[in-house]
């Protein structure tokens, strides 16, 4: 992600899958927000 500039990371763990949540971190600004997995793939358009 560093080197190509990607605007967010995705953060996965064990202890989040469990629950359904994922991480995301917006790295231009280094806010973190901890979202339903659902959420995540409407957010950012992912089909499956």
Do not use: C, H
Not at 1 to 15: N, T
Not at 37 to 46: C, P, Q, S, T, Y
């Amino acid at each position: 992600a560093d080197l190509i500039g990607l605007p967010w990371q995705v953060i996965v763990g064990p202890r989040g899958v469990a629950a359904g949540e994922i991480e995301i971190k917006n790295r231009k600004t280094g806010e973190r927000e901890t979202l339903p997995i659902a959420d995540a793939k409407k957010r950012f358009g992912v089909a499956a």
